[in-house]
Nanobody
């Protein structure tokens, strides 16, 4: 079992920045590919970004490319999402997710919701225009 706890959400003006953190516990963090998803009211949960267990491979949704950066510190069991140039359409609850990738390539990163094994409770990001 893996427990994931997100933090760093809040209210920010359009054009501003936030950094989300996701602290993991319970298993060997470096075995897990990690991802960020978001869900706005009335919409489905959508992929934002993913990172391989080594941190060497990343993926982004087209809507956030060039503005968001995912990273991880395996020594701290933490994955981050740096969000810059925020827009009102980025307003959503943001969820951290973990995929057991122990037997996958170290460059494997998951982009589909169904690939992930564990989820956090989410942190709200609200961007005011």
């Amino acid at each position: 079992q893996v427990q994931l706890v997100e933090s760093g959400g809040g209210l920010v003006q359009a054009g501003g920045s936030l950094r989300l953190s996701c602290a993991a516990s319970g298993r060997t963090f470096s075995n897990y590919a990690m991802g960020w998803f978001r869900q706005a009211p009335g919409k489905e949960r959508e992929f934002v970004s993913g990172i391989s267990r080594s941190g060497g491979s990343t993926a982004y949704a087209d809507s956030v490319k060039g503005r968001f950066t995912i990273s991880r510190e395996n020594a701290k069991n933490t994955v981050y999402l740096q969000m810059n140039s925020l827009k009102s359409e980025d307003t959503a609850a943001y969820y951290c997710a973990a995929k057991n990738a122990r037997y996958f390539s170290s460059s494997y990163s998951a982009t589909r919701r169904g690939e992930y094994d564990y989820w956090g409770q989410g942190t709200q990001v609200t961007v005011s225009s």
